[in-house]
């Protein structure tokens, strides 16, 4: 019965998510369900909608074959999230910066069955850029009008940017908060680094004014936040940056946060077991009692006891939380039986077969 709220984050890589530099994701995150081991796998071009249709129908972008995801618009999708919550009377509809052409995202939102996909860039004309900053997917007051004052029970997916290329303080976001800080003609030299952590500090910044928002229109105790990053920052021109933070030898690094949070759940819980963006919707849909069956996506309940954990790439490389795979072969973790091994390998290959095949031959339509 509450409300909820996705809020994908751009490029929020697990390096930036700190009491410093993102203190209201820390502390949401701090007082959450926490899903240590989860990674955003990137598996063709547009990686950022490639989340967005992941935690949306279950399923990813072709691995076998190259086609990008924004093109299954003309798909049957008749089991994704919204629909599912439409079934039970919730109202659920998208926001974004961006124009619903870019990936085609006002015709694949409305064949996933969403009432409404918003950009702020086609329901108000700006005279400058101070649309790629986050704040204004809150500040602005017909984003704010149909994210907290709606009549009954909503579902928000929401859609971050400003930790976006280029960071620079010569133009976009990195340039208006620079001299937003500093004063124009009183900027700094700064790196790469300090223009990524001052924008993801401008998402951190939307995040209080959601929470404040949620406060001030009585939403904050009935209200579900499913936070998770669409990459990790891949998007660095200086990839020594990812070096210091993170395992960049392998598929690894594509480590994410994900978490959920509630006001009631009170201190960190936090959930080991390895998972990804097609287990994101079967999670949530269990956390809501909502019922669905498992065959209709390739994902998982994470919270579930049988749940096997892992996350595959698009080279068919895969990781389990204890070792990982690559041309079907350990090269790193712990020993495992040729058995176990070969069981794995033909698990995560069948996995991928049905994803691509599925999405291949439209395989709802026909049910």
């Not at 052409?101 to 409305?110: G, L, P």
């Not at 500093?182 to 300090?194: I, Q």
């Not at 020594?240 to 009170?266: A, Q, R, V």
Request: proline share 2%.
């Amino acid at each position: 019965g509450k409300n909820l709220i996705f809020l994908q984050l751009e490029g929020m890589d697990t390096w930036m998510l700190t009491k410093k530099t993102t203190p209201n994701l820390y502390n949401l995150r701090k007082h959450s369900i926490d899903f240590s081991n989860h990674y955003s796998i990137y598996t063709g071009g547009g990686s950022t909608f490639n989340s967005e249709f992941a935690v949306n129908t279950g399923f990813t972008t072709p691995i076998s074959y190259i086609e990008n995801v924004y093109s299954f618009s003309k798909n049957t999708f008749p089991y994704t999230m919204a629909r599912l919550f439409k079934e039970q009377n919730y109202s659920v509809n998208a926001f974004h910066m961006n124009k619903g052409e870019f990936y085609s995202r006002d015709i694949n939102y409305k064949s996933w069955g969403y009432d409404n996909y918003y950009g702020l860039q086609d329901i108000q004309k700006y005279n400058d850029e101070r649309y790629v900053l986050d704040r204004e997917l809150i500040l602005n007051k017909t984003f704010y009008n149909k994210i907290f004052k709606q009549q009954g029970n909503f579902v928000n997916y929401i859609i971050t940017y400003s930790p976006h290329t280029p960071f620079t303080t010569e133009k976009e976001v990195g340039k208006i908060l620079a001299e937003e800080k500093y004063g124009k003609g009183n900027v700094p030299k700064l790196s790469e680094e300090d223009c990524a952590k001052m924008a993801a500090s401008e998402t951190d910044n939307m995040v209080g004014l959601l929470i404040q928002a949620l406060k001030d229109n009585g939403l904050y105790d009935n209200t579900v936040i499913v936070a998770y990053a669409d990459h990790y920052l891949y998007t660095l021109d200086d990839k020594s940056i990812l070096d210091k933070y993170k395992e960049t030898s392998n598929n690894l690094i594509n480590h994410t946060p994900f978490f959920i949070w509630s006001s009631d759940l009170g201190q960190l819980t936090s959930i080991s077991k390895v998972n990804m963006q097609m287990d994101i919707l079967p999670t949530v849909l269990n956390l809501f009692g909502i019922d669905y069956n498992s065959n209709n996506y390739i994902g998982h309940d994470i919270l579930s006891n049988d749940f096997k954990g892992y996350a595959f790439f698009s080279d068919y490389s895969w990781y389990d939380g204890k070792v990982y795979v690559e041309n079907q072969q350990i090269t790193n973790g712990k020993k495992m039986s040729t058995n176990k091994l070969d069981s794995m390998n033909n698990l995560i290959s069948n996995v991928i077969k049905k994803n691509d095949l599925t999405l291949k031959y439209d395989y709802f339509k026909s049910k």
